[in-house]
C-alpha cells in the first residue's frame, strides 16, 4: 500500500508515518529530508530533488511518505492519501513547541542522522514563528487546491486520537 501524508508545518505529519512505518514495517519517505541539505537546511536542485523521489518509488512499490511540497507529492500515485490540515492556532503551538524542544541543538554540530527539520528549529524567533505560520497557510491553500480534482481515497486526521481510524482504514485496504 502506498500511504501520502499531507499538511501544514506542525500537524504531525512525521508521528503519523513513524507510526505507520513501524507497525506495517513500509519504507517511510520525508519529503523534506530529499529536499534539503543537512548541513544549512538549503534546497537542493529541483532536478535533484526529483531524481531523489523517482529512485525511492522505484525501489519501493509500498511506502508512506509525507510532506508539504506539492510540487513533489503530485509526482506521486498513492493509495490513499491522509489530509492532515488542522487549526492554524494549534499549528502554531506545535511549531513553536518544536524552538523549545530543539533549544539543546543550540550551539552544537547537529548529528547527521537527526531529521533535517532540526536545523529549522535551533533558535527561536518571533520572525521565525510568524513565517511559519505564513508558509501553513500557503500550504494549507495548495492542499485545499490539490484535494479540490483529486480521486484518490482520503482520510482526515488532526492528531492522535484520530491514529486508530487511519489504521483501521490501511487494514481494509490491504
Request: glycine share 4%; hydrophobic share 35%; proline share 4%.
Amino acid at each position: 500500500m502506498k500511504i501520502l501524508i499531507i499538511g501544514p508545518l506542525g500537524a504531525g505529519k512525521s508521528s503519523l508515518a513513524y507510526a505507520i512505518n513501524k507497525k506495517y514495517k513500509l519504507p517511510r519517505l520525508n519529503l523534506d529530508e530529499i529536499c534539503r541539505r543537512p548541513a544549512d537546511g538549503s534546497y537542493y536542485p529541483r532536478e535533484e530533488q526529483f531524481a531523489k523521489l523517482d529512485s525511492f518509488l522505484q525501489k519501493h512499490s509500498d511506502w508512506v511518505a509525507e510532506g508539504c511540497q506539492r510540487y513533489l507529492y503530485e509526482k506521486m500515485t498513492p493509495d490513499l492519501i491522509v489530509d492532515m490540515r488542522i487549526n492554524r492556532l494549534v499549528a502554531m503551538w506545535r511549531f513553536t513547541l518544536r524552538f523549545i524542544k530543539a533549544k539543546k541543538l543550540i550551539g552544537k554540530e547537529i548529528d547527521k542522522d537527526l531529521p533535517v527539520q532540526a536545523y529549522h528549529y535551533r533558535k527561536i524567533t518571533f520572525t521565525k514563528i510568524r513565517d511559519y505560520d505564513v508558509t501553513g497557510q500557503e500550504i494549507n491553500a495548495e492542499i485545499k487546491e490539490f484535494m479540490k480534482d483529486n480521486k484518490i481515497k482520503t482520510i482526515k486526521c488532526k492528531g492522535y486520537k484520530d491514529y486508530p481510524k487511519v489504521f483501521a482504514e490501511i487494514e481494509k485496504e490491504k
